[in-house]
């Protein structure tokens, strides 16, 4: 896989924008997805469940929400792709990974990006 780091990205094109084309062509080709979410993000929790379904997962530490990339998914992610400071992180996305096939993977809010 291909990586890409956004405190490692320091040229003059705009990270965010770069973010935005990557996600798009990996939508455009996918058919599934994952989204991890922490615990206490309850209310995207509570929105990504529009789209998907909890996955059975031992993961302790947040849900996954699992599902098909449909038109409506596509169109949510890129409404939703932003870039933000919350005082913390540099946000691309509200999700803290997105996962698409195994060919795409979006994590740490869209600060890192891995692809085939």
Known sequence: ???IYYHDYD???????????YIIKYLSVSRTFELHIWNEEKDIITFALKYGKIKDDPWR??????????EEFIDMILSTAKETYDGIFTKMTPFFSIFLDDIFESS?????IHYV
């Open 1 to 3: 896989m291909n990586s």
């Open 11 to 21: 040229t003059d094109y705009p990270y965010f924008d770069m973010w935005k084309e």
């Open 61 to 70: 530490y947040g849900k996954i929400i699992t599902g098909e990339v449909t």
């Open 108 to 112: 740490h809010y869209g600060t890192e």
